[in-house]
Each structure stands twice: as C-alpha cells, then as structure tokens.
C-alpha cells in the first residue's frame, strides 16, 4: 500500500495544477474579454469625439470666413473701423 499511496498522491498533485491551470487560463480569458470590451468602448469614444472636433472645426473655418465677409463689407461701408479685438474691456 506504500507504493500505492505516493503514485496516488502524484495524481493528486497532477490534477490539481490541471485544474489551477484551467482557473487561471479561464481568469485570464475572462480578463481578455473585459479589456477588448473597454478597448472597443474608447475606440467607439475617440471615434465620435474626431468626428464631433472635425464638425466643429468646419463650423469654426465657415465662422471665420463670415466674419471677414462681414468685416470687409462693413469696412467698404464706413471706413477703417476697429473691431471687436481692438476695443478695451469695460474695466479699463
């Protein structure tokens, strides 16, 4: 029975990391999943803020362009007039 007992014991041990191994590789895919989720979660994020900061540069170049046309018109009408950059704030 001697001899039995330690090849038992060796079936045992193999079993166990067997087991540990699959907890650990099942840990570790449940892991994988979590993060390729959050990955795709950012992804989709910076995704739509490039396409929000796109729309508002166009909006911002179209602005800009208005302004000058506004500014250019309104110079031809009244003269040099300063704008709104060259005024002082009220504090002064």
Same mark, same amino acid.
């Given at each position: 029975m001697n001899s $039995? /007992?330690? *090849?038992?014991e060796?079936? /045992? @041990? /193999?079993e166990n990391p067997s087991a540990d191994t699959?907890?650990?590789?099942? %840990?570790l895919e449940s892991r994988l999943a979590y993060q390729e989720?959050?990955? $795709?979660?950012?992804? %989709?994020?910076v995704a739509q803020q490039e396409r929000r900061l #796109?729309?508002?540069?166009r909006l911002?170049?179209? #602005? *800009? /362009?208005?302004? *000058? @046309?506004?500014?250019?018109s309104h110079g031809d009408l009244q003269? $040099? #007039?300063p704008g709104p950059e $060259? @005024?002082?704030?009220?504090?002064y």
């Open positions: $039995d /007992t330690p *090849q038992h060796s079936i /045992t @041990e /193999t699959a907890q650990r590789l099942e %840990a989720h959050w990955l $795709d979660s950012l992804d %989709a994020a #796109m729309q508002l540069e911002s170049n179209a #602005m *800009q /362009t208005r302004l *000058q @046309e506004l500014r250019a003269g $040099d #007039m $060259d @005024e002082l704030p009220p504090h």
